[in-house]
């Protein structure tokens, strides 16, 4: 099995080189970094730390899609740019989607703060994966690269992308979680505060349910992003 991680980034300079290192440490057989327009040295740290890097217009959505149209691995695995996959993460990615009737998994989320509400919000999360098989894009969702292709890829309408495909695959079947945990940022519940962050998710769930656009969604969740400095837009650009 031969696992393609692709990292959507925008101005993830700091913290880039660390998902890239324990991504290529655990098992993959490439790391592509698909960046988006950042004015911080993000794409310049990332071929540094060994990974791949597509330069795309921003938009997560559309930079997975991008990242997965050159991907050569028969499992695609997407990992956001502030998160960190445990060890020897490959072999959980092989023992989930050998199950039976599996089709897509992720892992259990741990946020890298020690406050006892991210642990509240942490529990949450993991009973709503394992229970209802709807893990979100910073569990680290992965799945077959036919899979992927089969059901279009990720919607590229600015917000929702990660919830939207996880209920295209659930009629697919099922989305199981791996018994170890990611560990992801706190920067935006720290920012914007634990509870306002967490109403807001469940908010913005809502808002995708009767049918807000895309556009909307995001800004409502921009909170806890960083201010990044006027820039030309992207072009498309291929390395």
Same mark, same amino acid.
């Given at each position: 099995?031969?696992?393609?991680?692709?990292? !959507?980034?925008?101005?993830? &300079?700091?913290?880039?080189?660390?998902?890239?290192?324990?991504?290529?440490?655990?098992? @993959?057989?490439?790391?592509?970094?698909?960046?988006?327009?950042?004015?911080?040295? =993000?794409?310049?740290?990332?071929?540094?730390?060994?990974?791949?890097?597509?330069?795309? #217009?921003?938009?997560?959505?559309?930079?997975?899609?991008?990242?997965?149209? *050159?991907? +050569?691995?028969?499992?695609?695995?997407?990992?956001?740019?502030?998160? +960190?996959?445990? @060890? @020897?993460?490959?072999? &959980?990615?092989?023992?989930? #989607?050998?199950? !039976?009737? *599996?089709?897509?998994?992720?892992?259990?989320?741990?946020?890298?703060?020690?406050?006892?509400?991210?642990?509240? *919000?942490?529990?949450?999360?993991?009973?709503?994966?394992?229970?209802?098989?709807?893990?979100?894009?910073?569990?680290?969702?992965? #799945?077959?690269?036919? =899979?992927?292709?089969?059901?279009?890829?990720?919607?590229?309408?600015?917000?929702?992308?990660?919830?939207?495909? *996880?209920?295209? #695959?659930?009629?697919?079947?099922?989305?199981?979680?791996?018994? @170890? &945990?990611?560990? =992801?940022?706190?920067?935006?519940?720290?920012?914007?505060?634990?509870?306002? +962050? +967490?109403?807001?998710?469940?908010?913005?769930?809502?808002?995708?349910?009767?049918?807000?656009?895309?556009?909307?969604?995001?800004?409502?969740?921009?909170?806890?992003?960083?201010?990044?400095? =006027?820039?030309?837009?992207?072009? !498309?650009?291929?390395?």
């Amino acid at each position: 099995m031969n696992v393609s991680v692709i990292i !959507p980034a925008l101005d993830e &300079h700091a913290g880039i080189g660390a998902a890239i290192d324990r991504a290529r440490g655990g098992g @993959a057989s490439e790391v592509i970094v698909v960046d988006g327009g950042s004015v911080d040295g =993000t794409a310049a740290a990332a071929e540094k730390h060994g990974a791949r890097v597509i330069e795309t #217009l921003p938009g997560r959505g559309r930079q997975m899609n991008a990242g997965a149209a *050159v991907a +050569t691995g028969d499992v695609l695995l997407f990992l956001h740019a502030d998160t +960190t996959l445990p @060890a @020897a993460y490959a072999g &959980h990615v092989a023992r989930i #989607l050998a199950r !039976p009737g *599996v089709v897509a998994g992720a892992f259990e989320l741990r946020i890298d703060a020690p406050h006892r509400a991210l642990r509240l *919000v942490e529990a949450s999360a993991n009973r709503r994966s394992r229970w209802l098989g709807m893990p979100y894009g910073d569990q680290a969702i992965f #799945l077959p690269a036919a =899979t992927f292709h089969q059901i279009g890829g990720y919607s590229e309408a600015d917000a929702m992308e990660d919830f939207a495909i *996880v209920r295209s #695959l659930r009629r697919l079947g099922r989305v199981s979680i791996a018994p @170890a &945990h990611v560990t =992801t940022s706190a920067r935006r519940w720290l920012a914007c505060g634990i509870w306002r +962050t +967490t109403l807001l998710n469940q908010v913005c769930v809502a808002a995708w349910f009767a049918g807000v656009s895309g556009r909307r969604i995001a800004r409502w969740r921009r909170c806890g992003e960083p201010i990044r400095p =006027t820039a030309p837009a992207a072009v !498309p650009q291929y390395r």
